[in-house]
């Protein structure tokens, strides 16, 4: 399978940080004053990993719902700022742990992690179609002008 490929199901490191002490583990390179209020085990602890980007250093992202966050400021509190931006991640809904959930929650977390993917998956495709066929629309006309 293509790696830059959106796969449905968790590789096995990244199924490793649906557990909060392996999310916190990736903030290592935190490039925020550990002073702030704004901490890697309240990121950890609402379900973030950190992400970092060229372009966005305090970049993280939630597993659960594929939402990236960045910009962070001394005084945010992570656990509102995933509830105002992605107000439907699944988990934001779990009552405990990902690691004390029963067989069938577990699996009724991944399902519902793999239908918010593969919506994310479709809009970026038709995103891509319509770039794509607004060009060959463009080329097309620019075509028949010429003649
Ligand atoms: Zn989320």
Known sequence: ???KQPSLLFKEKESLLLIESERLKTFG?????????CTPQKLAHAGFYFSP?????DNV???FCQKELDGW??????????????ATCPFLSLK????KLTLVEFVRLNMKIASLKTIKILDKTRKEFEE?????REEIIEHINQK
């Open 1 to 3: 399978m293509d790696d």
């Open 29 to 37: 390179e935190w490039p925020n004053e550990l002073s702030w209020a």
């Open 53 to 57: 980007g060229p372009e966005s250093l």
């Open 61 to 63: 992202c939630c597993l």
């Open 73 to 86: 400021e001394p005084d945010d509190d992570p656990l509102k700022e995933h509830k105002k931006h992605s």
């Open 96 to 99: 405990k742990p990902v690691e």
């Open 132 to 136: 794509q066929s607004n060009t060959t």
